[in-house]
Protein backbone atom coordinates (compact mmCIF):
# COMPACT_ATOMS: atom_id res chain seq x y z
CA UNK A 1 0.00 0.00 0.00
CA UNK A 2 2.88 2.47 0.90
CA UNK A 3 3.86 2.02 -2.98
CA UNK A 4 0.49 1.82 -4.36
CA UNK A 5 0.88 4.43 -7.68
CA UNK A 6 4.37 3.60 -8.13
CA UNK A 7 3.38 -0.10 -8.31
CA UNK A 8 0.41 0.46 -10.63
CA UNK A 9 2.51 2.68 -12.83
CA UNK A 10 5.20 0.02 -13.16
CA UNK A 11 2.79 -2.54 -13.47
CA UNK A 12 0.95 -0.25 -16.84
CA UNK A 13 4.90 -0.18 -17.90
CA UNK A 14 5.04 -3.57 -17.82
CA UNK A 15 1.73 -4.33 -20.09
CA UNK A 16 3.00 -1.98 -22.57
CA UNK A 17 6.35 -3.34 -23.48
CA UNK A 18 4.56 -6.59 -23.63
CA UNK A 19 2.14 -4.78 -26.40
CA UNK A 20 4.90 -3.82 -28.05
CA UNK A 21 4.55 -6.59 -31.13
CA UNK A 22 1.15 -5.24 -32.69
CA UNK A 23 0.84 -1.89 -29.72
CA UNK A 24 -3.11 -2.86 -29.81
CA UNK A 25 -3.32 -2.03 -26.08
CA UNK A 26 -4.03 -6.02 -25.61
CA UNK A 27 -1.71 -8.33 -24.01
CA UNK A 28 -2.02 -11.61 -26.07
CA UNK A 29 -0.74 -15.15 -25.00
CA UNK A 30 2.34 -15.27 -26.82
CA UNK A 31 3.10 -11.65 -25.65
CA UNK A 32 2.75 -12.64 -22.35
CA UNK A 33 4.56 -15.81 -22.42
CA UNK A 34 7.44 -13.92 -24.09
CA UNK A 35 6.86 -11.41 -21.37
CA UNK A 36 7.29 -14.12 -18.71
CA UNK A 37 10.05 -15.73 -20.40
CA UNK A 38 11.77 -12.19 -20.44
CA UNK A 39 11.36 -11.70 -16.49
CA UNK A 40 12.19 -14.99 -15.93
CA UNK A 41 9.28 -17.15 -15.53
CA UNK A 42 10.00 -20.44 -17.22
CA UNK A 43 6.98 -22.41 -18.17
CA UNK A 44 6.18 -24.61 -21.28
CA UNK A 45 3.35 -22.70 -23.85
CA UNK A 46 1.43 -25.66 -22.78
CA UNK A 47 1.82 -24.42 -18.87
CA UNK A 48 1.27 -20.58 -20.05
CA UNK A 49 -1.54 -21.46 -22.49
CA UNK A 50 -4.23 -21.27 -19.54
CA UNK A 51 -6.19 -24.30 -21.12
CA UNK A 52 -8.31 -26.36 -18.85
CA UNK A 53 -7.26 -30.06 -18.30
CA UNK A 54 -9.85 -32.77 -19.74
CA UNK A 55 -11.54 -33.49 -16.41
CA UNK A 56 -12.61 -29.76 -15.84
CA UNK A 57 -13.29 -29.26 -19.33
CA UNK A 58 -15.35 -32.30 -19.11
CA UNK A 59 -17.17 -30.76 -16.72
CA UNK A 60 -17.79 -27.30 -18.72
CA UNK A 61 -18.97 -29.16 -21.40
CA UNK A 62 -21.55 -31.20 -19.50
CA UNK A 63 -23.15 -27.91 -18.23
CA UNK A 64 -23.25 -26.57 -21.75
CA UNK A 65 -24.59 -29.56 -23.14
CA UNK A 66 -27.22 -29.73 -20.19
CA UNK A 67 -28.81 -26.52 -21.83
CA UNK A 68 -27.74 -26.87 -25.65
CA UNK A 69 -31.20 -29.27 -25.79
CA UNK A 70 -30.75 -29.50 -29.59
CA UNK A 71 -27.25 -28.70 -30.36
CA UNK A 72 -27.19 -25.77 -31.77
CA UNK A 73 -24.19 -24.46 -29.69
CA UNK A 74 -25.53 -21.16 -27.76
CA UNK A 75 -27.65 -20.95 -25.13
CA UNK A 76 -30.58 -19.09 -24.73
CA UNK A 77 -30.70 -16.61 -21.59
CA UNK A 78 -34.40 -18.46 -20.51
CA UNK A 79 -32.80 -21.90 -21.06
CA UNK A 80 -30.70 -20.46 -17.69
CA UNK A 81 -33.34 -18.95 -15.93
CA UNK A 82 -35.02 -21.86 -14.21
CA UNK A 83 -31.49 -23.19 -13.25
CA UNK A 84 -29.58 -20.58 -12.20
CA UNK A 85 -31.17 -20.07 -8.35
CA UNK A 86 -30.77 -16.59 -7.62
CA UNK A 87 -32.60 -16.38 -4.70
CA UNK A 88 -29.24 -17.20 -2.11
CA UNK A 89 -27.15 -14.73 -3.82
CA UNK A 90 -26.33 -11.94 -0.23
CA UNK A 91 -27.23 -9.14 -2.77
CA UNK A 92 -30.85 -10.60 -3.12
CA UNK A 93 -30.79 -11.49 0.60
CA UNK A 94 -30.29 -7.66 1.88
CA UNK A 95 -32.26 -6.18 0.07
CA UNK A 96 -29.75 -4.16 -2.59
CA UNK A 97 -30.91 -6.15 -5.73
CA UNK A 98 -33.82 -8.20 -7.28
CA UNK A 99 -32.95 -11.83 -8.32
CA UNK A 100 -33.60 -10.27 -11.92
CA UNK A 101 -30.81 -8.07 -11.63
CA UNK A 102 -28.77 -10.79 -9.88
CA UNK A 103 -29.11 -12.63 -13.16
CA UNK A 104 -28.20 -9.77 -15.61
CA UNK A 105 -25.25 -9.22 -14.03
CA UNK A 106 -24.41 -12.92 -13.93
CA UNK A 107 -25.28 -13.25 -17.72
CA UNK A 108 -23.05 -10.34 -18.20
CA UNK A 109 -19.80 -12.10 -17.15
CA UNK A 110 -20.10 -14.34 -19.83
CA UNK A 111 -19.28 -11.50 -22.42
CA UNK A 112 -21.70 -11.85 -25.38
CA UNK A 113 -19.08 -10.96 -27.43
CA UNK A 114 -21.80 -10.55 -30.62
CA UNK A 115 -24.41 -8.80 -28.28
CA UNK A 116 -27.19 -11.45 -29.41
CA UNK A 117 -28.37 -12.05 -26.02
CA UNK A 118 -27.01 -15.84 -26.38
CA UNK A 119 -24.04 -17.85 -24.92
CA UNK A 120 -22.06 -19.56 -27.84
CA UNK A 121 -20.17 -21.72 -26.36
CA UNK A 122 -16.87 -20.21 -26.84
CA UNK A 123 -18.21 -17.88 -24.98
CA UNK A 124 -19.34 -20.52 -22.00
CA UNK A 125 -15.40 -21.69 -22.20
CA UNK A 126 -13.80 -18.52 -21.69
CA UNK A 127 -16.38 -17.78 -19.09
CA UNK A 128 -15.09 -20.79 -17.48
CA UNK A 129 -11.11 -20.69 -18.11
CA UNK A 130 -11.41 -17.84 -16.20
CA UNK A 131 -12.78 -19.06 -13.50
CA UNK A 132 -10.53 -22.56 -13.65
CA UNK A 133 -7.79 -20.33 -13.58
CA UNK A 134 -8.78 -19.23 -9.97
CA UNK A 135 -9.31 -22.76 -8.24
CA UNK A 136 -6.64 -24.80 -7.67
CA UNK A 137 -7.77 -27.96 -6.90
CA UNK A 138 -9.67 -30.16 -9.35
CA UNK A 139 -12.34 -31.90 -7.24
CA UNK A 140 -13.42 -28.58 -5.91
CA UNK A 141 -13.52 -27.33 -9.44
CA UNK A 142 -15.87 -30.31 -10.22
CA UNK A 143 -18.34 -30.06 -7.27
CA UNK A 144 -18.78 -26.38 -7.80
CA UNK A 145 -20.18 -27.11 -11.61
CA UNK A 146 -22.30 -29.87 -9.82
CA UNK A 147 -23.79 -27.96 -7.13
CA UNK A 148 -23.82 -24.78 -9.84
CA UNK A 149 -25.95 -26.12 -12.33
CA UNK A 150 -27.37 -29.53 -10.87
CA UNK A 151 -25.07 -31.95 -12.62
CA UNK A 152 -24.56 -35.82 -11.81
Known amino acids: MQRGAQTIRSLGKVFKSLDSY ?4 KVDAGEFF ?26 VDKAFLKFDKNGDGHID ?9 CSFHPKVTSGQMTED ?17 KIHRDEWNDYYHAVSA ?15 WKLD
Request: proline letters at 0%; aromatic letters at 8%; charged letters at 30%.
Open 22 to 25: DGNR
Open 134 to 148: SIDNDDHFVQLMKAA
Open 77 to 85: ASDLKGTYN
Open 34 to 59: VGLQEVGVKLSRQESDGKMNARRQAM
Open 101 to 117: QVFLEFLSNFNDRNRDG
